[in-house]
């Protein structure tokens, strides 16, 4: 990947990555949805800042991704923007405090590996 088309993969990882930073910040201050509170909750994503300030993160992150697609084949930008999941899971440990699994870490480990085998250049 050229340096242009490495710019519009971090930036579209990035943001992707704090679009769900966001989101979960956001939910965690609506609390649980129930049946008896479901409107309200619905009601509340256009109200909670965490939660539109991700759904922009989000929207930036597609619109680099799109960006990106014009530039690179599919079948590399695709496997490639996985590492938002390893992104995903680091947050989740040092940000909200969850638990990883050994078997969620080798997971993560394949990811890694798989990305790299379909970016490598021969």
Do not use: D
């Not at 930036?11 to 129930?34: C, D, E, F, T």
């Not at 938002?84 to 969850?98: N, T």
């Not at 990883?100 to 798989?114: D, Q």
């Amino acid at each position: 990947m050229a340096p242009p088309e490495f710019g519009l993969f971090l930036i579209s990882i990035l943001m992707s990555v704090a679009g769900q930073w966001l989101l979960k910040a956001g939910a965690l201050k609506l609390g649980q949805v129930n049946n008896s509170n479901l409107i309200s909750h619905v009601l509340g994503i256009l109200t909670t800042p965490e939660l539109v300030a991700g759904l922009a993160c989000y929207g930036l992150g597609a619109i680099a991704y799109i960006l990106l697609l014009t530039r690179v084949n599919l079948s590399i930008a695709g496997p490639a923007v996985a590492l938002v999941y390893v992104f995903s899971v680091l947050i989740g440990y040092f940000v909200f405090r969850e638990t990883i699994p050994i078997m969620r870490v080798v997971g993560l480990g394949l990811i890694v590996c798989g990305v790299v085998l379909v970016i490598w250049k021969s």
